[in-house]
């Protein structure tokens, strides 16, 4: 397209250049070539005989993507960086100004803290979340639910022992508490929701008189290993008998103590091996080795042929 359309400028510019001035204003038709089905049609202007424009039907059609560009875009728009940039600045705005005017209202709906042990009708459920801080982590949708069978209402004893054999494994006899988790599903609420429901269908089973009693199967506790808790002897404890008995023993080894020091009956460590050690060097003869180490080095090879002759 870029040859036709160049001919067709130098053509338009050469008619112009001399045409006499009382010629009309002409307009220019070609016919691109085979690979070019499209109708080219230029106009030249009167005030600038050099600029040549397209009419606005056909330079649609040539430039499909014109349509939709916006008549105002100069070029001169931020990068793709400087977009993501200016919106976290406009939702770090949006946020701020949800905590300024919005999270003050929330007061109104504020309820004191009263612990469960204080509530007119408590709740036997108790659940326990994992947080990491905001950071990602595998387990952080984690949900863990225990309860005590014994805290439910409207439990037969029948039905307690049915509520029991359904658990199975989850229950911990020693403790009397069921502890059962989830994190099968993405969210928190989603996991303590399956929760519930889980206990929801426990307890209507076990409420439920057509259905199996299980009378004849027995509790399993083998599970459970129940470890010995150790306690303290009684014995050795320390007692205000005990303690003055420590006390009256330690103050006479002290006064043995100081009268063996009177007496000079203490055997100084020190004094003891300096004795010993003059007393062995006394009795001891000198080794030969030491001997031989006192005496004089040969000189020259003449001596040290004599000293070797004489061994």
């Known amino acids: 397209m870029a040859a036709p359309f160049k001919r067709i400028c130098c053509q338009a510019t050469r008619h112009t250049t001399h045409r006499s001035p009382c010629q009309p204003h002409r307009t220019f038709t070609t016919t691109p070539s085979s690979r070019h089905a499209d109708h080219l049609t230029t106009t030249t202007s009167p005030s600038n005989p050099f600029l040549t424009t397209l009419p606005p ?18 070029d001169d728009d931020i990068s793709t960086l400087g977009l993501s940039e200016l919106h976290a600045h406009r939702e770090l705005r949006d946020l701020l100004r949800t905590a300024a005017w919005e999270m003050p209202l929330l007061t109104s709906l504020h309820k004191p803290f009263v612990p469960p042990s204080q509530l007119k009708t408590p709740s036997p459920l108790r659940w326990r979340y994992t947080t990491y801080m905001g950071e990602a982590h595998p387990a952080a949708s984690k949900v863990v639910l225990t309860f005590d069978p014994h805290e439910i209402p409207d ?101 043995e103590e100081g009268r063996r020091v009177e007496e000079d009956r203490v055997v100084s460590g020190e004094v003891a091996i300096e004795e010993a050690r003059r007393t062995r060097l006394l009795r001891e003869p000198e080794q030969a080795v030491m001997v031989e180490a006192r005496q004089t080095v040969a000189r020259g090879k003449k001596e040290m042929k004599q000293r070797a002759g004489r061994r």
């Open 155 to 255: 439990l037969t004893g029948a039905q307690r022992e049915k509520l029991l054999k359904l658990v199975g494994t989850r229950y911990d006899f020693s403790k009397r508490r069921v502890k059962m988790s989830c994190e099968s599903f993405e969210t928190q609420a989603q996991n303590k929701r399956y929760l519930g429901d889980v206990v929801g269908k426990l307890i209507r089973e076990a409420k439920d008189g057509n259905a199996d009693g299980f009378e004849d199967v027995p509790l399993d506790t083998r599970h459970v290993r129940v470890r010995p808790r150790l306690g303290f002897p009684a014995a050795w404890k320390m007692t205000e008998e005990r303690m003055a008995g420590l006390e009256s023993a330690r103050r006479v080894a002290l006064l």
């Open 57 to 74: 039907s056909e330079s649609k059609d040539n430039n499909p993507s014109s349509s939709s560009l916006d008549p105002a875009y100069e």
